[in-house]
């Protein structure tokens, strides 16, 4: 059974950092993508950064330079570093994972749409 947990969301001025971290379980795929996704309230989810097993990072422009998606296969951990936070960021984010994916880019912009495994999110909440 696939497990993804959220942590390390959290609240912060603008400007701050925060890390998430997404363990996983029950993953044995060796082709698939992981990524970031967020829904703000009033809003529809987006994708925010992606990966696929060939190390393939795919951000959306608004993080760009600011986020760091990466991986740690041999604690199966997905991260998401996350610099200059602003008040935008404010959203509940959610790691997932689809065993079907190759492509990191094509994967941000389904918004997750074609991801079977969900965890069950992270509040981040960012000030002004």
């Known amino acids: 059974q696939v497990q993804l947990v959220e942590s390390g969301g959290g609240s912060v001025q603008a400007g701050g950092s925060l890390k998430l971290s997404c363990a996983t379980s029950?993953?044995?795929?060796?082709?698939?993508?992981m990524g970031w996704f967020r829904q703000g309230p009033g809003k529809q989810r987006e994708g925010v950064a992606t990966v696929d097993s060939d190390g393939t990072s795919a951000y959306r422009d608004s993080v760009k330079g600011r986020f760091t998606i990466s991986k740690d296969n041999a604690k199966n951990i997905l991260y998401l570093q996350m610099n200059s936070l602003k008040p935008e960021d404010t959203a509940m984010y959610y790691c997932?994972?689809?065993?079907?994916?190759?492509?990191?880019?094509?994967?941000?912009?389904?918004?997750?749409?074609?991801?079977?495994?969900w965890g069950q999110g992270t509040q981040v909440t960012v000030s002004s």
């Open positions: 997932a994972a689809d065993p079907d994916c190759t492509n990191a880019h094509y994967a941000l912009g389904t918004h997750g749409r074609d991801f079977d495994y």
């Open positions: 029950g993953y044995t795929y060796s082709t698939y993508c």
